[in-house]
């Protein structure tokens, strides 16, 4: 067997093997967990407030935008701190092109903020 071929047949009994624990793990842990289904626990949660109907009608969606405005601003954080890290070898080029980033999202700020996005009352 060729050393190339070893290397794939290593990563493939790594993933097999961890495949195989994970699927013990659940299957122990479904077979020790205690079972006792009420009706009180079968319902759905809506942040503290009784349910009404099947689905979710309670459900705010400016819950969800606020929760995408997060993930927008925490990608931002990724894209920054390696940039940030090489901004020597980036240039002028890397610097403008970041500042056209941060203004593209901070365009996106105030125009949540002006539509009251993050106004909580």
Same mark, same amino acid.
């Given at each position: 067997?060729?050393?190339?071929?070893?290397?794939?047949?290593t990563?493939?009994?790594?993933?097999?093997?961890?495949?195989?624990?994970v +699927?013990?793990?659940?299957g122990l842990g479904k077979?020790?967990q205690?079972?006792?289904p009420?009706?009180?626990?079968r319902?759905? =949660?809506?942040?503290?407030?009784?349910?009404?109907?099947?689905?979710?009608g309670?459900s705010?969606?400016?819950y =969800?935008?606020f +929760?995408l405005?997060?993930?927008m601003?925490?990608?931002?954080?990724?894209?920054?701190?390696?940039w940030?890290?090489?901004?020597?070898?980036?240039?002028?080029?890397?610097l403008?092109?970041?500042?056209i980033?941060i203004v593209?999202?901070?365009?996106?700020l105030v125009?949540?903020w002006r539509k009251g996005?993050?106004?909580?009352?």
């Amino acid at each position: 067997m060729s050393e190339f071929l070893r290397a794939y047949l290593t990563v493939a009994v790594f993933g097999l093997a961890a495949g195989l624990l994970v +699927a013990a793990m659940l299957g122990l842990g479904k077979l020790v967990q205690p079972s006792r289904p009420s009706r009180q626990k079968r319902i759905n =949660y809506e942040s503290g407030v009784d349910p009404v109907g099947a689905g979710f009608g309670q459900s705010q969606v400016r819950y =969800y935008i606020f +929760a995408l405005l997060f993930v927008m601003f925490d990608v931002e954080a990724v894209f920054i701190f390696p940039w940030a890290i090489g901004l020597e070898s980036f240039g002028v080029f890397g610097l403008i092109e970041m500042a056209i980033f941060i203004v593209i999202l901070a365009l996106g700020l105030v125009y949540a903020w002006r539509k009251g996005v993050l106004r909580w009352a």
